[in-house]
């Protein structure tokens, strides 16, 4: 019997030594195939494996971290299995010197610590990435497990992780973001926070990562350690160069292509401390942001994406600077002292109006932008402290509408070949314009549409000599305002009477019988819409409309003959 025991101790030592060998090769079945054993062993032992742990638990953890989907299924398994739940903080504390230990020693290692005479320099920088990176996720499980306060940490919070952030290999600073985003956002964030002035200076500057497949892990490192750290913007030396540059250049390139990055610029804003939104900062960033609209990293998957997140950031900025200058005149709240009463109306022109303009211009800019422009007015148009902008944008409109159409009659009387594009472009004016009013009235918000009307009778009267350029537009325009007012009674009728006399009385005085018919069946449709609206409507007392048309019955019949022709 004590022979039999012998033989067993003996077998047992071998294998313990030689199992952590067997975790490192680069055949991945290997790897796997090495729990089958353990775990038959570890059963057969039970207890008698304990004084054998401190050989083995190092090279098993770093095994569940493994780049193999396969191998640290078979670590977690075989682990759990011969370890309860339960137990898992004592078997990690009882080894845990030799577990950091190990860790360690596999930071400090490069590609050549893993080359040999049977080892292709291929084999060896793979085995380098592998553990490199497997130890680090080991390290964030480790210290989840042990807690905050233990004598071993300063040995492996050290250069030797934190060089990593620099690595030339994409998976490896996937681990080191992933490891410090989940301590920082742990009850063991202390571990970083006495560490900021070596930590802060890499975390901030992640932004200059080129890796499509770590976006994710970098901005969620980021915004955890901006939350959590406010004051680690301190321990940096130059902002600008080490943070801002970094990230306009990202914006520029369309992000990388990547679709998650957009939605973290609003959190990006909204933690950035406020000694840093400054003028500058806001018209580099926005412009920066629609600059990688050109990128030809941009899909039709990140398009909308951009696009929302710059309306996003832009409302939130707005909001924010209008709610700041209000602070400042009361003389109250923490963000007083950055109160600048200009610079919502400056960014709002450079980055709003300035675009809405684009929208209205550029022929191949993207379709989605008439949506995101008019729920973004709808939005801004619901924040009392945003009121003037609101009104800055109606009356901007009416302004800039009001000089292209006079460019657009010069054009149809003189109808030269050179003013053609300019014409196009009048045209694509009115219908872009016609198009965002109506996605704007959609919601039928009774505010909104008393600040956009006006605006719209004054457009259209604007086009009294250019009408013709985009008829159909201006009239599908009226139908939607009419359905509007019929089904809500939302608006003076006399503002409806404005705008019909503005597009329609022209129709007749002209009794242009170049009109289209179709055109003439929506003309018609929306009178008997108006006349039902009149009749229907007690509070009506002078509709001028219907008493021009009463007083010319001429045009009237020319229209109607027209339709039943």
């Known amino acids: ?62 095994s569940m971290f493994d780049t193999h989907q396969e191998v640290q299924l078979a670590a977690k398994n075989c682990f759990n299995d011969i370890f309860p739940l339960a137990k898992h903080p004592e078997v990690i504390a009882f080894c845990s010197e030799s577990i950091i230990s190990f860790l360690n020693r596999n930071m400090k290692k490069d590609v050549a610590a893993y080359q040999s005479p049977n080892t292709t320099p291929e084999e060896a920088e793979e085995k380098y990435i592998r553990l490199t990176a497997a130890s680090i996720y080991a390290i964030q499980w480790t ?31 996937k681990s080191i973001y992933s490891c410090v985003a989940h301590i920082s956002r742990s009850s063991n964030k202390g571990l970083i926070k006495s560490r900021l002035p070596k930590i802060a200076p890499p975390v901030l500057a992640v932004l200059s ?16 350690f901006m939350k959590e750290f406010p004051e680690a913007w301190n321990e940096l030396k130059d902002p600008n160069k080490e943070v801002f540059t970094k990230l306009f250049e990202f914006l520029r390139n369309g ?20 000694q840093y939104k400054e003028k500058k900062f806001y018209d580099t960033f926005f412009n920066s942001l629609w600059k990688g609209f050109q990128s030809d990293k941009i899909s039709k998957a990140t398009e909308g994406e951009l696009i929302n997140s710059y309306m996003e950031c832009l409302l939130f900025t707005l909001t924010k600077l209008c709610s700041f200058a209000d602070t400042a005149e009361t003389g109250s709240g923490s963000d007083s002292h950055s109160s600048d009463p200009s610079l919502a109306n400056t960014l709002f022109d450079s980055h709003f109006i300035a675009l809405f303009k684009a929208y209205l211009f550029v ?63 009048a045209k694509l004016h009115r219908e872009r314009l016609a198009n965002f009013l109506s996605l704007l009235l959609v919601d039928k918000d009774k505010d909104l549409i008393s600040k956009a009307l006006p605006m719209a009778i ?51 005085q002209d009794k242009a019988s170049t009109t289209s018919d179709s055109c003439i069946s929506n003309i018609v449709t929306i009178l008997a819409e108006i006349i039902s609206l009149r009749y229907n409507n007690e509070n009506v007392e002078d509709w001028s409309i219907l008493t021009y048309f009463e007083q010319d019955y001429s045009s009237l019949l020319l229209i109607f003959s027209k339709v039943t022709n």
């Open 363 to 425: 022929p191949k800019i993207s379709p989605l932008l008439a949506s995101a422009l008019s729920s973004f007015v709808s939005k801004l148009s619901k924040k009392p402290q945003c009121e003037e902008l609101t009104n800055i944008f109606f009356q901007g409109v009416s302004t800039t509408t009001s000089s292209v159409t006079m460019d657009s009659s010069a054009l149809e009387k003189e109808s030269k070949e050179e003013d053609l594009d300019k014409k196009n472009k």
């Open 255 to 274: 992000a990388g292509g990547s679709v998650e990055c957009y939605p973290c610029l609003l959190p990006f804003l909204s933690l950035l401390p406020v």
């Open 209 to 224: 990562e080129n890796d499509k497949n770590n976006f994710s892990e970098m901005w969620s490192l980021l915004l955890t």
């Open 143 to 173: 210290i989840n497990l042990l807690g905050e306060n233990n004598e071993l940490y300063p040995s492996i919070f050290s250069e030797s992780l934190w060089k990593h952030f620099n690595s030339n290999h994409a998976m490896i600073r």
């Open 458 to 508: 004054n457009i259209f009267a604007s086009f009294k000599t250019a009408l013709r350029l985009s008829i159909n537009s201006q009239i599908q325009f009226i139908s939607d305002l009419v359905d509007i007012f019929g089904s809500d009674s939302l608006i003076e009728p006399s503002h409806c009477t404005d705008l019909l006399e503005s597009v329609l009385v022209p129709f007749f």
């Open 1 to 62: 019997m004590e022979q039999r025991g012998a033989e067993e101790k003996a077998v047992t030592s071998k294998w313990t030594k030689t199992w952590p060998s067997l975790l490192n090769s680069s055949d991945h079945k290997i790897r796997v195939g090495a729990f089958k054993p353990m775990s038959a062993l570890a059963k057969h032992l039970g207890k008698r494996l304990g004084p054998h742990l401190r050989e083995i638990v190092p090279a098993w953890v770093c």
